[in-house]
């Protein structure tokens, strides 16, 4: 039974009126019809019993019922209702049991009743569909379970600890939890019709019974239908979940439940539940009630039948009198009642009760308060005509429970004897056992009554534990008693941990109070505080075990919200008696053994002087002196902030401590709360706070904090989660001692605190412990007013007094002494924000500098601080924070996806605007020490993207609301370097914080979001002056609540204080917002937005800072340097995704720079010049009108700039033309027409031009000229579209568009440095190498030109070891004198030394990708005495290691590196145009693609190209006739091709190796077999062979993977030669082999291929067929080569046996015999056929012989004619 009974009825008013002779006032409560019930743990075997009764009337059950299903005529209808008058009138206060059914909760709501299952009791089950059509009629039983371990509704409204849930273990309820959930998301309003009821057995009325009838209707619900007979009737319930805002409720004690708006309207009750598990819960609201389950009786031998049960509670033993009328009434009664009855059953002499009778019981019972049973037999007669209608019920006895048993009230099971005489006086005093002598015991003292009692009281613990705690405790209070009293109060507290956990959580509010008073209840004597340590012991050990050991709720920082809100809620300072003297104030506390003793006075020093931050406190501890205000000194009284410390401090029991410190939290709340409340009662919250605690407050909180720092120090190894949660408590208590205690010496503790972590040994948990109480402490409301003290008053522009003698600014701007000085907690923020980057540790970094941004957030977002200079004073708190952003530059992230601008300025050897350096392409270095520090160590120094995002926004916030003078003034005292740093700083916020569009925000929030993303989107907020919801602001609210609730409320105590204030909640970041939130509302179009606010928030600061800069280059010479780099950003701005708006301000800047700074562009290197050309360029082809303006008048403006300094613009000429090649190159997207618009607009701008300077020039003309130049060039961006889909027509575009360019050195390198990119891409590497080599040999050309230093190489003749066809680029020498003497020509920055050598290292890099490492070893052989002769050993060492390196891996791999596959393609058809119809081209191919693969893939190309149905793909190598083919298609050819080497070139050392055949090679072959008889093969001595021998126009690898063949020759070959030819190809193959004699598979089957006599082609066949006879004149010389091939090949097989006998293991000599033995038998039968001294084959006839010698005669006269 998980509830109590709710008794309703549904009769009629005419029906009610039978019963007027025994009615009695009826209360609104009785005429309820509506429940709600809670179901704390849910079960799917809940099931909701309805039980009928009916008046007493003559008769058992069966016939009572039979009326109600017999049909029955009218005559006997009148006579039933005419007897159930009689029985109302006579026996109407009796009731009988009549019917019963019930119902399956959990199926009815979740609709899960299983299909073909027979209803029980014929239910019908309708579900609506909201909650208004299940309420809509009246009448109806409204049942809500409650799912989720909830109160019901109106117990939420009734406990003013709101939102207090009750617990649910969650390991041992798992069951019922996921039943929760399911009812929880499933439970809607259902409808439900009864329309049978069970009839009520007699003999089957007790609990068993009906547990045995619930399991048989849950498993056989038809059984039990057949099995018990059915009354009908139709009962409706609508059964719903709780809706808000019931509007007349009822507590289970019948109170009203505001709002209660009607008093006459029938109210809903909730029914107090009994659940079937422990819940713990405080109490909360009053209850205290008793419930009395009557189960059997036994009078078997006594006279009566018709028994029935009266039962009353007493408050004395008169049962006239004394019966209390706190019996709660059933329905249609009154609310409560004095006595109540039983069902009777009649005729039965043993009956079995079900009724629940409840009672409210007294507040304060005594011993007279006992429960009287009176046993009565019923007389059912009619009454006599003579006899009055209602007769008294016949007496048979009585029985009592007295309700107190020790003092305590007790329950539970009784089996009591009943008396059948008059009890005597104080009986009730006496247990009902048949012990009370003179008196008629009923079967002699037998337990012939049980009953059941239990109580749901709020009064009465019902431990015997706790009941002894506080009767003790309430004896005495703050009273000292005797010893023995003492001691027995000692003994209480104790045992009351060893208390229930459900009762002790019940009365824990109770409990912990009592607690708390006893640690301010005065001394039993002096140096005796056992009654207090005790009592701090229960303390610990109580609320340990309810944090720890009771698997209950916690808050978000882990606190059991039963204690929390204790803390919150209950907790008021209990005030002790005044001390007799204020030397008992601190004492001896004596240790529970009684053995050691404690003398506090011993352990303080009198005095203490604290200096704290500069501001310095002098604090006076004078022992026993308390200092607080109007307290005098006589009437001092012990406080509970000072008693929970000391004993905390001094407490010795090592379990204690531990409990202790694991609940540290706990005892901190209690000491703020009761600290606030004691400054309050004086009325000093206001005031200066050392005046209001004693002395030794101060000194032992000290060492508190001391040894609870002591204490993380010790466990931060051994347990983690220990020491984490003691950092935290302390951190939060440290907080909020700022509003309390003196700041100054709370600055102290927290010095203390810092130094004893410094002790222990460094650790990456104290670290972290330390930013997470930085992060509590600096969450203070007045973080600002500590960092900026008062009376520091200094002008920005002069230094300060006292010690300090630099500049103000320079003291701000770094972390000195004195700034930390000056700026406590923001100095030791920002120290240990210094030392964590240091560290290089990922988490702690990203903790850092979170805890950073979310200070930033909270001030910018305090209402307080909004004035501009407010803000200008805080950013420059944190001044500090831009030279930590300096000092770890090269820890940020730079990668993935932000542009490399960042660190490209310091590169070297690389070059800069390369468009194919890949840092993960590096050669790797053979030897490891070189370089000490790798790849993957690097990406953990470096910091991640989102913590680098972090970091920059803070470093933004700080550039954007400091003022701009002392900016200046500090950046004017800085070196050079330092602030390059600052640049590549503001270049890296710039690709941090570039806008990438709506479609990336898309992207981003699909990915899973960050940790703080959200906290990081707050800051951005704060930047964009948008900031809302954060940590201060919510702060700031909490305080300006609590602030107006003490100003109204008198008391801290009455809890007029904010809930929020105590709740900590600044800790953790809040649970809402974030990119989850954006995924879930897919609003991108708000977070676009708000990402393009922020990146034109951050260019405008990145502007604002250049433009400082700038300012203090021109106010100091020696600034002029960093010049240059601030263009460098400049440029990457103008690289960036701008808005309009931006690129105004961007452009504006930069023709600033451009007027202010001309030699920056024209007199200095031509590399920025360059850069900005392009980005110019790509905005004058923008689609925005205004864009393109902004552009072109910039770009016309460093024309007239150039032209006005010299007199024309060469150089910009140059720089232009260079940069529309690179765009049309590089970019194939850009809109053409708009860029033709603009130039266009540049004429015009030159056209009508009045500057003075440029009157009568040719300036106009020239620009003229420039614009027609660029058009040209335009032109080729239509042919690079056009077949940008084949990347090998690509190529030859692009590389005849460079080779027009050969007069144009710039254009020229700028073209191969483009070809070289779109290689890498196609990941074609000796092809991107062969361009870079080609552009090195360009620079050396004009390097030895200008300067022909010795060891510089000698023009482009220096390399061609490594390729012939660098040759081509000393073409340009013949114009090389009229391009230097041109103004801007050469000027690159490629055009030295350093740039030629970028250009080989990015070419030797290349040549690793692909394998090709000899050409490595001759690229380096150029490199290596330049480097000698500029002395840079480092530089050689490198190179000297990656030589040998390449020298490894040549041994190491061979020849086994797959140098390329080569292919002829022919193209014939009028669809490919005049240039390449009829033309053929040598593809050259990566690895080993095989022939299918390729023809395959140039298919599809042409395929997509041109269409399926007008290119056919030729199959065969032959000849193709170009008469036959259709003029309206395309024809391909495809032949694999090998390289051809002539025999004197293979002697040649030069060609000795597989690398040497594969590299620098121009001549390919490819052979096509065919016989006379027209077929391709035929027989061995018919087989010719034709060999076509093509010649490309370069030699391979060149700067384009296909190359025009030049010419080709055919050469037929006779049999005999493609025979010897045969033999040739497997002496190679088996020498191959002999090689690496290790592959002893191929060996053994180049072997078995060999010596095989029964091969068709093989060898012996070969012989055979062309050695067998009589050789002519003129085939006797390839007779002769045939024979010394045969030797060859047999000497070559003999050695091939030799060297496998040996590879081989015992198994395979077998196989070895058997291979010897063909060997020997290929000799023998090769003997005859090889020998010189042979003339003719034995076995064939000379007219064979004769006929053979005529065809093969004939047949070279026919073939040979070439």
Not at 478 to 490: D, H, M, N, Y
Not at 1324 to 1345: I, S
Not at 1653 to 1664: F, K, L, M, P, R
Request: proline share 4%; charged share 25%.
């Amino acid at each position: 039974k998980i509830s109590e009974s709710f008794y309703m009825d549904m009769n009629s008013s005419e029906m009610y009126h039978m019963l007027d002779d025994h009615s009695r006032e009826r209360s609104m409560a009785s005429l309820s019809r509506n429940a709600i019930f809670s179901i704390t743990y849910p079960n799917p075997e809940v099931f909701l019993v309805l039980r009928l009764e009916k008046i007493l009337q003559k008769g058992d059950i069966s016939e009572a019922a039979e009326p109600y299903y017999r049909e029955m005529d009218r005559k006997t209808l009148d006579k039933a209702k005419n007897a159930a008058k009689q029985f109302c009138q006579q026996l109407g206060q009796y009731r009988m049991p009549l019917a019963w059914t019930a119902i399956n909760v959990v199926d009815i709501i979740t609709g899960n009743k299983a299909s073909g299952q027979e209803p029980v009791g014929a239910e019908r089950v309708e579900r609506s569909q909201s909650l208004s059509s299940s309420t809509s009629s009246v009448g109806v039983d409204k049942r809500a379970s409650a799912i989720e371990g909830s109160s019901s509704l109106l117990k939420k409204k009734d406990a003013p600890l709101s939102q207090q849930q009750v617990a649910q273990p969650s390991e041992s309820v798992k069951e019922e939890g996921s039943m929760g959930n399911m009812l929880n998301n499933s439970f809607r309003p259902v409808t439900l019709t009864v329309q049978a009821f069970f009839k009520q057995e007699s003999d089957k009325l007790a609990d068993e019974d009906l547990y045995r009838h619930l399991a048989e209707m849950k498993n056989k619900g038809a059984i039990l239908n057949r099995k018990l007979k059915s009354i009908p009737g139709t009962l409706k319930l609508d059964i719903s979940p709780p809706y808000s805002q019931l509007p007349c409720c009822l507590t289970s004690n019948l109170w009203q439940v505001e709002p209660y708006t009607d008093m006459n309207r029938r109210p809903t009750r909730e029914i107090e539940e009994f659940p079937s598990k422990p819940v713990y819960h405080p109490n909360t609201v009053y209850k205290n009630m008793l419930y009395i389950y009557p189960q059997s009786l036994d009078f078997r031998k006594c006279k009566g039948r018709n028994i029935g049960v009266k039962i009353q509670f007493m408050g004395g033993e008169d049962p006239d009198n004394d019966a209390l009328q706190v019996i709660y009434g059933h329905s249609s009664g009154p609310k409560f009642v004095r006595e109540t009855w039983t069902t009777v059953l009649y005729h039965d002499k043993s009956p079995e009760f079900y009724n629940e009778i409840k009672v409210e019981l007294p507040a304060q019972l005594t011993t007279r308060h006992h429960i009287l049973f009176t046993f009565y037999h019923i007389s059912c007669m009619k009454p006599r005509p003579h006899e009055v209608e209602f007769q008294e019920p016949n007496l048979l006895g009585y029985t009592w429970i007295p309700l107190l048993e020790d003092g305590e009230l007790h329950t539970g099971p009784y089996g009591l004897c009943v008396c059948s005489e008059q009890l005597p006086a104080a009986y009730s005093r006496q247990k009902a056992d048949g012990a009370l002598p003179n008196l008629k015991w009923i079967e002699n003292r037998k337990p012939l009554f049980k009953v059941f009692t239990h109580a749901v009281s709020t009064v009465h613990p019902q431990d015997a534990t706790l009941s002894k705690f506080m009767k003790r405790f309430l004896e005495h209070q703050f009273e000292v008693g005797s010893e023995q009293e003492e001691r027995e109060l000692i003994s209480r507290i104790v045992e009351l941990p060893t208390a229930a956990s459900e009762p002790l959580v019940k009365f824990l509010h109770a409990t912990l109070n009592g607690l708390f008073c006893l640690l301010v209840r005065p001394l039993f004597s002096e140096g005796n505080a056992l009654v207090q340590e005790t009592a701090f012991a229960a303390l610990s050990h109580i609320a340990h075990h309810i944090q720890a050991q009771l698997d209950l709720p916690q808050d978000k920082h882990g606190h059991n919200t039963l204690l929390a809100s204790y803390i919150q809620h209950v907790l008021v300072a209990p005030v002790g008696p005044p001390s007799q003297g204020s030397n008992k104030s601190r004492t001896t506390v004596t240790s529970d053994q009684g053995s050691k003793s404690t003398d506090y006075k011993s352990q303080r020093t009198t005095t203490h002087s604290l200096s704290i931050g500069g501001v310095h406190h002098a604090y006076l501890y004078q022992l026993g002196d308390r200092e607080r205000g109007n307290f005098s000194e006589n009437q001092q009284r012990k406080l509970l902030h000072e008693e929970i410390a000391m004993m905390w401090l001094f407490s010795e029991n090592s379990k204690m401590q531990e409990e202790s410190m694991s609940v540290a939290w706990f005892f901190f709340g209690a000491m703020i709360k009761t600290m606030a409340q004691h400054l309050h009662q004086a009325g000093m919250l206001s005031s200066f706070h050392t005046k209001v605690f004693a002395g030794s407050y101060f000194h032992d909180l000290e060492k508190l904090v001391n040894s609870i720092a002591i204490k993380i120090a010790e466990k931060h190894i051994l347990n983690v989660s220990y020491a984490r949660s003691l950092n935290k408590d302390l951190a939060f208590f440290l907080m909020d001692a700022y509003s309390l205690l003196d700041r100054g010496f709370v600055c102290h503790m927290i010095r203390n605190y810092i130094k004893t972590l410094a002790l222990a040994p460094a650790d990456y948990n104290l670290t972290e412990f330390k930013l997470d109480l930085f992060r509590v402490v600096c969450s203070h409301e007045h973080y600002i007013a500590l960092n900026l003290p008062i009376l520091l008053s200094v002008d920005p522009l002069s230094p300060t007094t006292g010690s300090c003698n630099l500049p103000f600014i320079q003291l701000m701007a770094t972390l000195t002494a004195e700034f930390k000085q000056y700026h406590f907690l923001v100095g030791l923020v920002l120290s240990e924000l210094a030392y964590v980057l240091a560290g290089r540790t990922p988490k702690l970094r990203e903790q850092a500098i979170e805890l950073i941004r979310d200070l930033l957030v909270s001030h910018d977002a305090d209402p307080r601080y909004q004035s501009q200079q407010s803000r200008e004073r805080i950013a420059l708190l944190y001044l500090p924070l831009l030279s930590i952003v300096l000092d770890n530059l090269e820890d940020l992230y730079h990668g993935d996806g932000w542009d490399d601008w960042a660190r490209s300025f310091e590169r070297t050897t690389e070059v800069r605007r390369s468009v194919i350096v890949k840092e993960d392409k590096e050669i790797p270095s053979g030897n490891k020490s070189a370089n000490p520090v790798s790849k993957a160590t690097t990406n953990q120094q470096q910091m991640g993207p989102s913590s680098t995002r972090n970091l920059l926004l803070c470093f933004l916030w700080v550039l954007h609301n400091i003022d701009p003078v002392h900016l200046f003034h500090w950046w004017t005292t800085l070196p050079i370097i330092r602030l390059n740093a600052l640049l590549s700083v503001l270049d890296l916020c710039s690709a941090c914080f570039e806008y990438k569009g709506k479609s990336a925000e898309v992207k981003q929030s699909m990915m899973p979001a960050s940790k703080g993303t959200a906290a990081r989107n707050r800051l951005a907020g704060v930047i964009l002056g948008k900031a809302g919801g954060s940590a201060t602001e919510r702060m700031l609210q909490r305080h300006e609540t609590m602030a107006a609730a003490v100003s109204i409320s008198p008391s801290l105590s009455s809890g007029g204080v904010a809930t929020e204030r105590w709740s900590k909640t600044v800790w953790a970041t809040p649970t809402s917002g974030g990119s989850d939130n954006r995924l879930q509302s897919g609003n991108f179009d708000i977070e676009a937005t708000f990402e393009g606010c922020l990146a034109a928030e951050a260019t405008l600061i990145v502007l604002d800072t250049l433009e400082i800069l700038i300012q203090a280059a021109e106010a100091v010479d020696t600034l002029r340097l960093i010049l240059p780099r601030v263009l460098e950003v400049l440029i990457h701005l103008l690289t960036c995704s701008e808005s309009v708006s931006m690129m105004e301000h961007i452009f504006a800047t930069q023709r600033s720079i451009v007027v202010k700074f001309p030699d920056l562009l024209f007199e200095e290197e031509t590399e920025r010049c360059a850069d900005l050309c392009i980005r110019m360029l790509k905005h004058c082809s923008s689609a925005h009108s205004r864009i393109r303006t902004l552009a072109s008048a910039s770009l016309y403006l460093l024309m007239r700039q150039n032209y006005v300094n010299e007199s024309n613009f060469s150089r910009i000429k140059v720089q232009i033309t260079v940069a529309l090649s690179s765009i049309v190159a590089g970019d194939l997207k850009f809109d053409e027409y708009n860029l033709r618009r603009s130039l266009k607009t540049l004429v015009t701008y030159a056209d009508t031009d009045l500057l003075p300077e440029l009157e009568k020039t040719d300036f106009p003309d020239q620009v003229r000229e420039l614009s027609a130049k660029l058009h040209r060039i335009l032109l080729d961006t239509v042919k690079l579209k056009e077949s940008h889909e084949d990347p090998a027509v690509l190529m030859d575009l692009m590389y005849r568009i460079s080779k027009g360019y050969q007069n144009s050195p710039d254009l020229r390198l700028s073209w191969l440095q483009y070809l070289a990119g779109k290689h890498s891409e196609y990941q074609n590497y000796p092809e991107a190498a062969m361009c870079l080599v080609h552009a090195a040999a360009l620079v050396a050309e004009y390097l030895y030109l200008l300067e022909g230093v010795s060891y510089m190489p000698v023009g482009c003749v220096a390399f061609k070891g490594i390729s012939f066809n660098v040759l081509e680029e000393s073409a340009v020498s013949d114009d090389a004198e009229m391009c230097l003497e041109e103004e801007g020509m050469c000027t690159d920055i490629l055009f030295s030394e350093k740039g030629m050598i970028g250009l080989l290292e990015q070419a030797a890099n290349f040549f690793w990708e692909a394998r090709l490492y000899e050409a490595v070893y001759e690229i380096y052989k150029i490199v290596v005495p330049i480097c000698c002769a500029q002395r840079q050993f480092k530089e050689l060492n490198n190179i000297h290691t990656k030589q040998i390196k390449c020298i490894q891996d040549i041994t190491l791999k061979g020849d086994k590196r797959g140098f390329g596959t080569y292919f002829r393609v022919g193209f014939y058809g009028n669809i490919f145009g005049e240039s390449v119809d009829g033309q053929e081209f040598i593809y050259r191919e990566q690895g080993l693609t095989r022939l299918a693969e390729f023809s395959l893939k140039l298919e599809k190309s042409y395929y997509d190209k041109y269409g399926s149905d007008h290119i056919v793909m030729v199959k065969d190598s032959n000849k193709v006739q170009v008469d036959t083919l259709d003029p309206n298609k395309g024809y391909i050819q495809i032949t694999f091709v090998e390289p051809y080497f002539d025999e004197y070139e293979l002697q040649l050392p030069q060609r000795t190796t597989q690398f040497d055949r594969s590299f620098n090679i121009r001549r390919f072959v490819y052979r096509t077999p065919f016989t006379v008889s027209g077929k391709a093969h035929g027989d061995i001595s018919d087989q010719y062979m034709r060999k076509t021998i093509l010649t490309a126009e370069e030699h391979f690898p060149y700067v384009k993977t296909r190359i025009k063949v030049r010419e080709y020759k055919e050469v037929v070959l006779s049999p005999v030669e493609v025979a010897i030819e045969d033999m040739r190809d497997k002496i190679n193959k088996l020498k191959e082999v002999l090689s690496n004699a290790q592959d002893t598979k191929l060996l053994q089957m180049q072997l078995q291929g060999g010596i095989a006599t029964s091969v068709n082609q093989g060898a012996y066949a070969i012989a055979h067929a062309f050695l067998g006879e009589i050789p002519t004149s003129k085939q006797n010389h390839f007779h002769q080569q045939l024979r010394t091939c045969f030797r060859e090949f047999v000497k070559l097989c003999g050695e091939a046996l030799d060297i496998n006998k040996v590879l081989i293991n015992e198994e395979q000599l077998e196989y070895q015999r058997e291979m010897e033995r063909k060997y020997h038998d290929f000799q023998q039968l090769l003997a005859p056929l090889i020998s010189s001294g042979q003339k003719a084959h034995p076995r064939k006839s000379r007219e064979t012989t004769y006929l053979r010698k005529i065809a093969t005669t004939r047949a070279s006269r026919v073939f040979n004619t070439d």
